[in-house]
T-cell receptor
Framework: AQSVTQPDIHITVSEGASLELRCNYSYGATPYLFWYVQSPGQGLQLLLKYFSGDTLVQGIKGFEAEFKRSQSSFNLRKPSVHWSDAAEYFCAVGRMDSSYKLIFGSGTRLLVRP | EAQVTQNPRYLITVTGKKLTVTCSQNMNHEYMSWYRQDPGLGLRQIYYSMNVEVTDKGDVPEGYKVSRKEKRNFPLILESPSPNQTSLYFC???????????FGEGSRLTVL
């Protein structure tokens, strides 16, 4: 069965420090992978996506993610975190069939220390 | 501005009282979907619609109904809400040529 695992429920980093959020997926075919961010009281905003091609993808707000097929991972990174990055982050894998269902991980809440 | 609009944003109701959460998108998207978000479970798909008059069940459809009479609207109907439907609900839409789902701001529903 398809699934997405985000092993870290909470992560706290200091402002200016680097960040890596982990995501592992289980999927039988070539995955379509996404990272979304949810700020408090807001909907989900797409940070970046991977469909094919270069395995290092750049997104908005200075985020990037690397697809590693051998590790079934799609970790999200940012070299220097800003206080405004505090939010909940969701990794998702997409089924590109008629249901177009995104299977989401349980999320990682990022806290940023001043 | 391109957006997905849900109403109401917040609702407290009682068991058994029918309610509808509306969803409207202004991007002329064919595909629309409903998700519910629960702590520790991420988002799970309730129903989806590939186009007008075409709807299908997602992973957690029990207790919900949907309709798609117009392209822009995709209401979620709870005929007889129960406390286990207390959740945060998101509507989303997608255009034909993009893989991105656009989400509404969410509707927080509490069923007492």
């Amino acid at each position: 069965a398809q699934s997405v695992t985000q092993p870290d429920i909470h992560i706290t980093v200091s402002e200016g420090a680097s960040l890596e959020l982990r995501c592992n997926y289980s999927y039988g075919a070539t995955p379509y992978l996404f990272w979304y961010v949810q700020s408090p009281g807001q909907g989900l905003q797409l940070l970046l996506k991977y469909f094919s091609g270069d395995t290092l993808v750049q997104g908005i707000k200075g985020f990037e993610a690397e697809f590693k097929r051998s590790q079934s991972s799609f970790n999200l990174r940012k070299p220097s975190v800003h206080w405004s990055d505090a939010a909940e982050y969701f990794c998702a894998v997409g089924r590109m069939d008629s249901s177009y269902k995104l299977i989401f991980g349980s999320g990682t809440r990022l806290l940023v220390r001043p | 501005e391109a957006q997905v609009t849900q109403n109401p944003r917040y609702l407290i109701t009682v068991t058994g009282k029918k309610l509808t959460v509306t969803c409207s998108q202004n991007m002329n998207h064919e595909y629309m979907s409903w998700y519910r978000q629960d702590p520790g479970l991420g988002l799970r798909q309730i129903y989806y619609s590939m186009n007008v008059e075409v709807t299908d069940k997602g992973d957690v459809p029990e207790g919900y109904k949907v309709s798609r009479k117009e392209k822009r609207n995709f209401p979620l109907i709870l005929e007889s809400p129960s406390p286990n439907q207390t959740s945060l609900y998101f509507c989303a839409s997608r255009g034909a040529n993009t893989g991105e789902l656009f989400f509404g701001e969410g509707s927080r529903l509490t069923v007492l």
